[in-house]
């Protein structure tokens, strides 16, 4: 039984297929095609998925008649927004003409099944039927999805009771991404950026954004005055292949809080407290409907999923502000994961079967033999050293430990936001300039935004207060006072480090790098940000290889292989000179 899953048309296209009950793949297309949240059809990552195989089942993590009256009594009540019925009505039209797309491009056969999943009701199954909990409640919070923001229920054995549900135009996503947009983030996923933002000012506005949004009960409420999306919509649009929103709020906001940012002006100490003051304000209204869910449901353990839930820093309060004793986030909380949601849905709630799959790591992409990289290391002229597993991990985690910035290119590539040991560009967390090293030389990004340790799980305790596994990089939790002045690089503004623990079963390799580096150094812990420079992860070895050469890192781990700069200077120069042909 081959159950492909499919997230189309929202951000993050991607396609996940399960084999007998179990994923044996799942991949973005942006990684294909190099276009960062890429939001039609995902074609290549449906075929790479499926791997010549022909899929029993088709399920698309969208349905354009779920809440069909709702939409149906908006459009009459507001009539004069033709544009935007006629975008909605075309994307419905594409979605339900996907089945004939996909055939026509080879996915698919006239027997497969095609099932339409609602998002909500995919995002809930990518939760709950990949943990490890027989039962527990479960939560999916984002910005919008087949007219819901919200739905909860409550997940038994191969079910998932609804309980509840927000609608359209009420979403707490939608109040966190006008703020983003207001705060000059102004591309599609930057909410990550006012996150990061909020640590380093003081939560003095929440007064006034009690005006903006509320939740009582369930039900996230947003004042209307503040907002534009319920008569202009919240349709994607397409920016030079990006996805991007329009914009969300109204003049009103402007009134209240001042002018909107200009991207990529200074950030002002005003801005900063109102990042935190939204921050905080998410936090209230999160903590508000898992509490009320917790009360209602008597669960002792949550899942979640939907873009609000890859808010770390809310996760990471979840044992302090709410009674919830276990937690499970789907890794790709984010519409990406909706692909792994609608195959589970027509598996455990469509089809009756019983569970047999945990998702415990994220390594379901793509993976290159040694000889593949070995011909793309040829192509590209490198100079490389062939070593034995402990030999590349001896001499890795010394590099690192001497301040080298190392890519690490090992295995199946990572599903979902986060480069999780197997294609991550890694440093050591016990520099101070780190941090800045890293922008300056590869990530030109803004210096407010944290980077991630790795930490041996069976070692979290002797760091964090918090010793609980959190393998997927989605909770940040606080770092002992005592211990900060160690890790500076990986220590955020507010003391907090927003972590991944690496299980020895899980990924033994990464495992194995990081226990090297802690005998070298004392601290079983690595710097770890993933492998690009303003570019989708990298999926290929030519990729990675590429990175390696135009960009200012030292070191390049590749499948058996160790590339230093130091002997590659002449292909690194070759290329950068070569790229400087092309932009002229
Ligand atoms: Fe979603």
Request: aromatic letters at 10%; charged letters at 20%.
């Amino acid at each position: 039984m081959i159950i492909c899953g499919i997230n189309a048309f929202h951000g993050d296209a991607s396609a996940a297929v399960f084999i007998d009950g179990r994923l044996s793949a799942a991949v973005e297309e942006e990684r294909f095609n190099r276009i960062k949240h890429w939001a039609g059809l995902p074609i290549g990552a449906g075929k790479a998925c499926l791997d010549g195989e022909q899929p029993d089942h088709i399920a698309i993590s969208r349905n354009p008649r779920a809440n069909f009256s709702s939409k149906l009594r908006r459009v009459i009540t507001q009539p004069g927004n033709w544009n935007r019925l006629l975008t909605r009505a075309g994307n419905n039209v594409q979605t339900i003409r996907a089945s004939d797309t996909l055939r026509a491009a080879g996915i698919g056969t006239p027997k497969t099944k095609f099932h339409f999943v609602e998002h909500h009701r995919a995002h809930l199954a990518s939760a709950f039927f990949c943990s490890p909990f027989d039962e527990a409640a479960v939560i999916s919070i984002d910005g919008f999805g087949d007219f819901s923001s919200v739905m909860w229920g409550v997940g038994r054995g191969n079910e998932i009771e609804l309980k509840g549900a927000v609608s359209f135009p009420h979403s707490l996503g939608i109040f966190y991404t006008a703020f983003t947009q207001f705060l000059g983030f102004a591309k599609y996923g930057d909410e990550y950026k006012m996150m990061g933002l909020s640590a380093y000012g003081k939560p003095r506005f929440i007064p006034q954004l009690h005006d903006v949004v509320n939740t009582h009960d369930d039900q996230c409420r947003l004042n209307l005055d503040y907002f534009i999306h319920h008569t202009n919509g919240v349709d994607m649009s397409w920016d030079a292949g990006e996805p991007s929103l329009g914009k969300l709020f109204s003049p009103k906001m402007q009134h209240v809080f001042g002018p909107p940012r200009i991207p990529r002006s200074e950030i002002l100490q005003e801005q900063c407290d109102l990042a935190a003051s939204v921050q905080a304000v998410l936090e209230e209204n999160y903590f508000a409907l898992l509490s009320f869910v917790q009360k209602q449901t008597a669960q002792k353990a949550v899942c979640l999923a939907g873009g609000v839930a890859l808010n770390c820093v809310a996760n990471g309060m979840i044992f302090e502000r709410s009674d919830f004793r276990d937690v499970y986030i789907q890794p790709a909380a984010h519409d990406a994961g909706t692909s792994i949601g609608a195959a589970l849905y027509v598996q455990h709630q469509i089809l009756k079967r019983p569970r047999s799959f945990e998702m415990r790591h994220v390594y379901y992409g793509p993976e290159y033999s040694s000889a593949d990289i070995r011909g793309a290391l040829e192509n590209a002229g490198a100079e490389a050293h062939f070593l034995s597993e402990d030999d590349l991990v001896d001499r890795t985690a010394a590099q690192i430990a001497e301040g080298k910035i190392v890519g690490w290119f090992q295995g199946r590539m990572e599903f979902g936001p986060r480069a999780l040991g197997n294609r991550s560009i890694l440093a050591d967390p016990r520099r101070k300039d780190m941090k800045d090293i890293l922008n300056a030389r590869i990530k030109y990004r803004e210096p407010f935004r944290p980077f991630c340790p790795s930490v041996l799980a069976e070692r979290v305790g002797e760091y964090f207060e918090t010793d609980y596994p959190s393998p997927f990089m989605v909770m940040a939790f606080k770092i002992k006072a005592s211990q900060r002045d160690l890790i500076p690089a990986v220590t955020h503004g507010d003391g907090t480090g927003r972590l991944q623990t690496v299980a020895r079963d899980v990924n033994p390799l990464y495992w194995k790098l990081i226990r090297r580096f802690g005998e070298l150094t004392g601290v079983p812990m690595l710097l770890n940000t993933s492998f690009n420079e303003n570019e989708p992860i990298v999926n290929t070895p030519s990729e990675a290889i590429d990175c390696f050469l135009r960009t200012n890192m030292d070191v390049l781990s590749i499948g058996p292989y160790l590339l230093l700069k130091s002997e590659n200077l002449h292909v690194s120069q070759n290329k950068l000179a070569f790229a400087a042909i092309g932009t002229a």
